[in-house]
């Protein structure tokens, strides 16, 4: 089996498993940071990737944005701040739960239903994405044409709430894409004379634009972010409000599966991603609930909902990305782009070429997910303690710094830095 020889591949040495733990302890963390999500983190350390073999870079991004999407509940729970988008449903019920002094009930369903969706899609990824490239694999380009088509449309009606600003910023993206050499006809396009432009906008200092400056200027314009509350509520003294019951788990196991599956079957949309799939999980939990007098009073229900489905959409939005090539998130997306850097082939004939990496990279998801599920039921209350002791003010001037290091790294161009900023 694939999966079989994926574990073979990614023990047969130590580097790839040290950076897929090491990328699950870092996404935890900066799930968990407030204001730092897990695409400007994984786009301020893919230049580190650089120096690392291939699987080991692919499972340091992959292992990030698996474990960012759990690390992101620890503060709506304990602070009512999400630390990333998906989160937000979360701090719906985790937030009263922390009032009521049970903030370590709701952490351990959270990284229960977290670790059970994303096994879940895990598994849909190791032993469906095969199956799928084979039919992908007999596109020719009409149809492939039809697809990404099919994908932009998506894409543009998710962006914001106006579907012309969302096609227009598609549009966009496709003109940046064509700055550079042709490939079939070798003519220069956009390039305007400018040498670094020829090869086309380099992609790292891209991403440190797109997804780390932006993110720092958000942060520098918000105060309330920068000097924000973070004091824990008191927990409370009862056993059984630091734990989850069987009872309590046994109840949430209906609504786990349901929001799983939601999760897995948005999370294979592209460019719709984890932050709908955990409101729409969410709202359903709800509707179908018995007891909808306790939602946004503390419901342990909720929780397990949000938490299911978006870390349900991990696994799921890579499908697309190795059948296809299209991401299923800005996640997947990032990783796609290290995987260009390092000369992988994104298709379904990716199984083929490289079927020992790709299942590596799956093995390595695999064994993040039992990672994060020993980290965050034991060490959650941990990691949220040394959150509010580490004030936002400190953290994005290191930020902002390493972004220009990082750029000009690539090519010691300033013009890359310039690029970045723009």
Known sequence: MGI????????????????????????????????????????????????????????????????ADFGGSIPAILFNTPGTAQASATQQEGFPLTLQGKQGKALRMAVLASAQGDVCSELLLIFGAAYIAVYAAQMGPPEYVAVYFCAFIIIGSVLGRSIVKGLLSTLLGILLALVGFDSITADERYA?????????????????GVFVMSEVFVQIADRKALTGDRSIAPESDKPEDRRVTWPEYKRCLPVIYRSTAIGAAIGMLP?????????????????????????????????????????????????????????????????????????????????????????????????????????????????????????????????????????????????DMALMLF
């Open 4 to 67: 079989i020889d994926g574990f073979e591949t990614l023990f047969s040495a130590w580097q790839p498993v040290f950076f897929a733990l090491l990328g699950t302890v870092i996404g935890l963390i900066a799930g968990a940071l407030p204001g730092v999500s897990s695409s400007a983190t994984i786009a301020l350390l893919i230049p580190v990737t650089f120096y690392m073999d291939t699987l080991s870079a692919l499972a340091f991004i992959y292992t990030i944005s698996k474990s």
């Open 192 to 208: 305007f004379g400018i040498d670094y432009l020829l090869e086309g906008i380099s992609l790292v200092p891209l991403l440190l």
């Open 271 to 415: 460019g719709i991603g984890a932050a709908v799939a955990c409101f729409v999980a969410y709202a359903e939990a709800r509707r179908v609930s018995k007891n909808k007098d306790t939602w946004g009073k503390g419901e342990i229900e909720g929780v397990a909902a949000a938490e299911a489905s978006n870390n349900a959409t991990s696994g799921a939005n890579l499908i697309p990305l190795l059948t296809l090539g299209i991401p299923g998130s800005t996640s997947a997306a990032l990783l796609a782009g290290v995987m260009l850097i390092h000369g992988v082939t994104i298709g379904p004939s990716v199984f083929v070429t490289s079927h020992n990496l790709v299942y590596g990279l799956f093995a390595s998801g695999l064994l993040c997910i039992l990672a994060y599920l020993v980290i965050g039921y034991w060490g959650s209350g941990f990691v949220g303690r040394m959150i509010a002791l580490v004030p936002a003010r400190m953290i994005y001037p290191f930020i902002f710094v390493t972004c220009f290091v990082a750029a000009y790294a690539l090519r010691q161009a300033l013009f």
